[in-house]
Each structure stands twice: as structure tokens, then as C-alpha cells.
Nanobody, 128 residues
Framework: QVQLVESGGGLVQPGGSLRLSCAGS?????????IGWFRQAPGKEREGVSC????????HYADSVKGRFTISRDYAKNTVYLQMNSLKPEDTAVYYC????????????????????WGQGTQVTVSS
């Protein structure tokens, strides 16, 4: 079952912006979980990009995206967003959102193995 669905990817020029969305499918409430964004570029390992906790809304960012990306949550829309500004070619990757698994599902932390529910990914390409 697909419980998380990413959208908003596309082709953008360097310096441009994209807003990714991670929406919960019917019956899956994102508000119960810490939600992380990950990305995987061609030939590279999947890496964590950002995370927002459910317990207190604390946000986390990889050093490579600090100051450029912002994660946020809209409980009413059952959606988590990743606003990406000042995009660079090295940001090119497939971006995934994922929900933290039990028992620590409220909080960010751990690596990708700590996240139990994943979307299918959305492609972000930064190129002139």
C-alpha cells in the first residue's frame, strides 16, 4: 500500500525554487509521525535531508541544505512540505518522504532504517 505520496518535483534552473509535498493517503495520518525527507542522487547513497518531529515540531537539516531548505507541516491538510530555495545542481536527486517507525515514531533520529513508511519519490533536477 502507498501511504505517503510525494509531489512537486521537476526541472528547475540553478538558483530556482521548488516546493515538495508529502501527503498522507487515505487512512494514514502524518501528524502521528516524525516525517523525514531523504534523497538519492545517481551513483550515490540515499541521504537524509530534513526531518520534522511530531512531538514538538523540531526541525532538522543536513548541513548541505541548511539555510536553503525549510520543512513544515500542515496538520489540516495531512501534508509535510519541503521548500527548496537556491537550488544547486548537486541537489539533483529523487526525493523521498518517510514516516518514523515504532516505537520512537514521534521524534526525528536514526538513519533511514528507522523509517517504516516511504513514498515512491519525486524527481528533482537542477540544470540550466
Amino acid at each position: 500500500q502507498v501511504q505517503l505520496v510525494e509531489s512537486g518535483g521537476g526541472l528547475v534552473q540553478p538558483g530556482g525554487s521548488l516546493r515538495l509535498s508529502c501527503a498522507g493517503s487515505i487512512g494514514f495520518t502524518l501528524g502521528y509521525y516524525a516525517i523525514g525527507w531523504f534523497r538519492q542522487a545517481p551513483g550515490k547513497e540515499r541521504e537524509g535531508v530534513s526531518c520534522i518531529s511530531s512531538s514538538d515540531g523540531t526541525t532538522h537539516y543536513a548541513d548541505s541544505v541548511k539555510g536553503r531548505f525549510t520543512i513544515s507541516r500542515d496538520y489540516a491538510k495531512n501534508t509535510v512540505y519541503l521548500q527548496m530555495n537556491s537550488l544547486k545542481p548537486e541537489d539533483t536527486a529523487v526525493y523521498y518522504c518517510a514516516a518514523r517507525g515504532a516505537p520512537s515514531y514521534l521524534d526525528c533520529g536514526g538513519n533511514e532504517s528507522a523509517y517504516s513508511n516511504w513514498g515512491q519519490g519525486t524527481q528533482v533536477t537542477v540544470s540550466s
